[in-house]
């Protein structure tokens, strides 16, 4: 790749809301050298991330189009077609527009589309809704929300705003572009639709437009090659096409992203600290401006890469709840439609060769089959619970990050109540809350500092295991999830193997790390102590 700065001040350079919440390097070479990305195979989890939105968004035209009257569908074959047929239906008074797509402002730079623009029911211009397919709200209390089918703006005493900044930013982009067109409703409102449509959540734009504007100008100038990127670790490179560019940079400036990513980069840059080593020898105060999470594990976890050790021990001896009767747990989803599988490992000390057994469903979700195979795990899990208590033997369930098997046991325990065999959720609070559900993940958060990440992928590998599938990851199951069940195609029997191995193994994953953390860790892994006293 050419080093060069490539410098585009011409008002062909246009960026839609997308980029204000993108990685800034990112964004300048997508801009400068756009055309190395054209045979660049699609990142497998952007895909089925992009096509699940799709649906979402054509499932919520499909209802919508059928309830609304003056509905106006934009199709058509390109872009500037799209947008004149918008302001058409815009002149027209059109009441509701899908696909929305507004013209370019060369002059401002911008670029966009709308899902939905709803006239504003006093007829002073247009009010922007997009759909997304996440949530948008959570239970509670104190988020405006509105009908689908009409604008009622009302506080509601159900849900509270779960917070999503790139929904509010794209908000107020479509806002300034409509009103360059002289087309924005002077209420200053935008809606966001999202994961299973039940009501327009309202998003007041004056609280956004400051921030909106100032990312909306530093973006515009990397975009023009007129502000200077340099690559630096964010969650999104781990699907960005460019990090196999990045990776190599970092490694050779050892970069201090490669243990302190994103905003805490930022901020020990700023106490111009560039380097791993420069933390690793870090002995003053914490600086500041800190953002989050404990500057000494940032401290010690650059200590451990300049060392190239895999992990550190924060306690001089490692412990690990265990029992006589173990079943290590793992919960396999698609998106926020369910719960297709719970896999369990059933270890007795003294007894038999470990067990595996997957509850499955593979009926498509959202199925109510998934209340049935939800039902069969928890009987098998309650009944192994009773008879380790008949026996007066101690037992234990664990699984790695239990955030997400919290969520879908107690959310099958709330859609499911009505099938034989789901317990209430109360029945499961009482399990997850007490010392029986132990979370691995937080084990090793609590005893070791990380360098490399702290998830299984990442962990287990440290304790000698290794996954049969070489491609086995969150990402890839997803897709072959859509395979095994037939979205796409008929039934791939193959992926439904490949998905309960690769279930298998997380269970053994957990199993083996537990028993290393037990028996092995405390000789295999020094303390940030005695790493310093070898160096």
Same mark, same amino acid.
């Given at each position: 790749?050419?080093?060069?700065?490539?410098?585009?001040?011409?008002?062909?350079?246009?960026?839609? @809301?997308?980029?204000?919440?993108?990685?800034?390097?990112?964004?300048?070479?997508?801009?400068?050298? %756009?055309?190395?990305?054209?045979?660049?195979?699609?990142?497998?989890?952007?895909?089925?991330?992009r096509e699940a939105a799709q649906a979402h968004r054509e499932a919520i035209r499909s209802t919508l189009s059928a309830q609304l009257d003056g509905w106006v569908d934009i199709d058509?074959?390109? @872009?500037?077609?799209?947008?004149?047929?918008?302001?058409? @239906?815009?002149?027209?008074?059109?009441?509701?527009?899908?696909?929305?797509?507004?013209?370019?402002?060369?002059?401002?730079?911008?670029?966009?589309?709308?899902?939905?623009?709803?006239?504003?029911?006093a007829g002073e211009g247009y009010i922007p809704i997009i759909v997304v397919n996440h949530k948008v709200t959570d239970p509670g209390r104190g988020a405006?929300?509105?009908?689908?089918?009409?604008?009622?703006?009302?506080?509601?005493?159900?849900?509270?705003?779960?917070?999503?900044?790139?929904?509010?930013?794209?908000?107020a982009h479509l806002y300034r572009m409509l009103d360059?067109?002289?087309?924005? %409703?002077?209420?200053?409102?935008?809606?966001?639709?999202?994961?299973?449509?039940?009501?327009?959540?309202?998003?007041?734009?004056?609280?956004?437009f400051a921030e909106y504007d100032s990312r909306f100008a530093d973006r515009l100038a990397v975009a023009r090659g007129e502000s200077v990127t340099v690559p630096s670790k964010v969650s999104e490179c781990r699907a960005c096409p460019w990090w196999s560019d990045c990776l190599p940079q970092l490694e050779a400036t050892r970069d201090v992203s490669l243990v302190a990513s994103g905003g805490r980069a930022e901020a020990l840059r700023e106490q111009n600290v560039y380097t791993v080593d420069e933390l690793a020898s870090w002995d003053g105060p914490e600086p500041e401006n800190w953002?989050?999470?404990?500057?000494?594990?940032?401290? @010690?976890?650059?200590?451990a890469w300049r060392a190239d050790v895999p992990l550190l021990r924060r306690t001089e001896h490692v412990t690990v709840h265990r029992a006589d009767v173990e079943v290590d747990v793992d919960m396999e989803s698609y998106q926020e439609h369910g719960a297709y599988l719970?896999?369990?490992?059933?270890? &007795?000390?003294? $007894?038999?060769?470990?067990v595996y057994r997957g509850f499955v469903t593979w009926d498509p979700l959202p199925t109510v089959d998934e209340g049935r195979s939800f039902a069969e795990f928890w009987s098998w899990l309650t009944t192994v619970r009773a008879d380790a208590a008949a026996q007066g033997k101690t037992f234990a369930a664990y699984c790695y990050s239990r955030q997400a098997e919290d969520k879908w046991l107690l959310d099958s325990a709330r859609r499911f109540g009505d099938v034989p065999g789901v317990p209430t959720e109360a029945e499961i609070r009482e399990f997850i809350d007490s010392e029986q559900w132990v979370d691995i993940y937080q084990a090793v958060s609590d005893q070791f500092i990380c360098p490399n990440g702290k998830g299984l992928k990442k962990i287990?590998?440290?304790? $000698?295991?290794?996954?049969?599938?070489? &491609?086995?990851?969150? &990402?890839? %199951?997803?897709?072959?999830?859509?395979?095994?069940?037939?979205?796409?195609?008929?039934?791939?029997?193959?992926?439904?193997?490949?998905?309960?191995?690769?279930?298998?193994?997380?269970?053994?994953?957990?199993?083996?790390?537990? &028993?290393?953390?037990?028996d092995r860790a405390d000789a295999e892994i020094p303390t940030l102590e005695a790493l310093r006293a070898q160096a």
């Open positions: 790749m050419n080093s060069r700065r490539a410098t585009r001040t011409e008002a062909s350079v246009l960026i839609d @809301a997308g980029c204000l919440t993108r990685c800034r390097h990112r964004l300048y070479l997508d801009t400068a050298y %756009s055309a190395l990305l054209r045979d660049e195979p699609e990142n497998p989890g952007v895909r089925q991330r058509a074959p390109d @872009a500037a077609s799209s947008a004149n047929r918008t302001m058409d @239906a815009c002149r027209r008074g059109a009441p509701w527009i899908w696909n929305a797509v507004l013209p370019l402002d060369r002059d401002a730079g911008r670029r966009g589309r709308s899902e939905l623009l709803m006239l504003d029911p405006t929300t509105s009908p689908l089918t009409e604008w009622a703006p009302v506080v509601d005493e159900t849900r509270k705003v779960r917070s999503q900044l790139r929904d509010q930013l794209r908000l360059a067109q002289g087309l924005a %409703s002077p209420t200053a409102t935008g809606g966001a639709i999202g994961y299973r449509a039940e009501c327009i959540l309202v998003h007041d734009l004056n609280s956004v953002p989050f999470g404990s500057f000494d594990d940032a401290v @010690a976890a650059a200590a719970w896999g369990t490992l059933l270890t &007795e000390r003294g $007894g038999p060769e470990p287990a590998p440290v304790a $000698g295991f290794t996954w049969r599938d070489p &491609e086995a990851g969150g &990402e890839a %199951s997803m897709g072959w999830y859509r395979e095994a069940v037939g979205y796409d195609a008929e039934p791939d029997l193959t992926q439904r193997k490949r998905l309960l191995v690769y279930n298998e193994d997380d269970v053994q994953a957990t199993k083996v790390l537990r &028993e290393w953390m037990t």
